[in-house]
T-cell receptor, first 117, second 113 residues
Framework: EPEVTQTPSHQVTQMGQEVILRCVPI?????FYWYRQILGQKVEFLVSFYNNEISEKSEIFDDQFSVERPDGSNFTLKIRSTKLEDSAMYFC???????????????FGEGSRLTVL | AQSVTQLGSHVSVSEGALVLLRCNYSSSVPPYLFWYVQYPNQGLQLLLKYTTGATLVKGINGFEAEFKKSETSFHLTKPSAHMSDAAEYFC???????????FGGGTRVLVKP
């Protein structure tokens, strides 16, 4: 069964360093998303991406964050200068294949845990 | 804008007992509603979804949920809890396909033997 894959599963970085989290969405999906979950808290929307541009972003997604779809398969989240409060699990999701397009269902990856020291 | 409220951040049930997780939503348009489950150190897995049609929706692992428009609710139930149901459960709402999901705060379920 097709699935969303994310790398790395866990990354430890120093405050102020740049981090890139990578995602391979399901191949025929059209919409791509990043969410984050700080330990013990709710799953929060960061950004959605469609037709090679950001379609919506939350107030969390400030100038330190960027997303890119550099080729036909990868979808990346970059944090330019990490802060302690960026420590969280980051989930990539995709949606929009012809069968589930009308249901709004998102398919999530296993997540990338980011620890900022 | 849509929002989701899950009553109770933690629920403890005995094995074999009814599981009831409450979810209320607000949306200015007819919503799409979802329940996702997250097992420890894993991602989010879809349990069930409501888009249109029958208001009682059956999902995986014996769970079901009923959409009640008048109460703006989408409560999740399972008649008989199993130890493997221990996880965190998230209710989510979307307003259209391709739109973001907005999640509730989650309810962590503990199943006692």
């Amino acid at each position: 069964e097709p699935e969303v894959t994310q790398t790395p599963s866990h990354q430890v970085t120093q405050m102020g360093q740049e981090v890139i989290l990578r995602c391979v969405p399901i191949s025929n999906h059209l919409y791509f998303y990043w969410y984050r979950q700080i330990l013990g808290q709710k799953v929060e929307f960061l950004v959605s991406f469609y037709n090679n541009e950001i379609s919506e972003k939350s107030e969390i997604f400030d100038d330190q964050f960027s997303v890119e779809r550099p080729d036909g398969s990868n979808f990346t989240l970059k944090i330019r200068s990490t802060k302690l409060e960026d420590s969280a699990m980051y989930f990539c999701a995709s949606s929009g294949d012809p069968e589930t397009l009308n249901t709004g269902e998102l398919f999530f990856g296993e997540g990338s845990r980011l620890t900022v020291l | 804008a849509q929002s989701v409220t899950q009553l109770g951040s933690h629920v403890s049930v005995s094995e074999g007992a009814l599981v009831l997780l409450r979810c209320n939503y607000s949306s200015s348009v007819p919503p799409y509603l979802f329940w996702y489950v997250q097992y420890p150190n894993q991602g989010l897995q879809l349990l069930l979804k409501y888009t249109t049609g029958a208001t009682l929706v059956k999902g995986i692992n014996g769970f079901e949920a009923e959409f009640k428009k008048s109460e703006t609710s989408f409560h999740l139930t399972k008649p008989s809890a199993h130890m493997s149901d221990a996880a965190e459960y998230f209710c989510a709402v979307s307003v259209t396909a391709g739109n973001k999901l907005t999640f509730g705060g989650g309810t962590r379920v503990l199943v006692k033997p």
